[in-house]
């Protein structure tokens, strides 16, 4: 299996040897230089056990976390009242309205 994202490519499959032709001939082909085993791809953390693969975003999450400066902040269900509603003049403006913008951009 081929998966190509921009300049970024993941080959995997249950033949290794099939696996490093197809590498060998991309090689000569193109400038390509093999990272080795997959950890990290699209905000996505995988790790190699028994059974396959883990795919997590952990990782993603905890810088999402500090970039807000929220990594201290406590865990709860629902972060606001259920059918409370907003206002538009409730509240000061969100001091600072580019890092909001980007913080529920990467969500």
Not at 8 to 35: C, Y
Not at 54 to 66: G, N
Request: hydrophobic share 40%; with cysteine; charged share 20%.
């Amino acid at each position: 299996m081929l998966l190509l994202y921009v300049d970024d490519i993941i080959i995997t499959g249950s033949a290794s040897g099939v696996i490093q032709q197809v590498i060998s001939a991309l090689t000569s082909e193109f400038d390509l230089t093999d990272l080795g085993s997959l950890h990290y791809f699209l905000s996505i953390q995988i790790t190699h056990i028994v059974a396959g693969l883990f795919l997590s975003q952990t990782k993603y999450v905890e810088d999402l976390l500090a970039k807000s400066e929220m990594s201290e902040a406590k865990p709860c269900d629902t972060p606001c009242l259920p059918y409370h509603r907003l206002l538009k003049d409730d509240e000061e403006p969100y001091p600072n309205p580019q890092l909001y913008r980007s913080l529920v951009g990467a969500l």
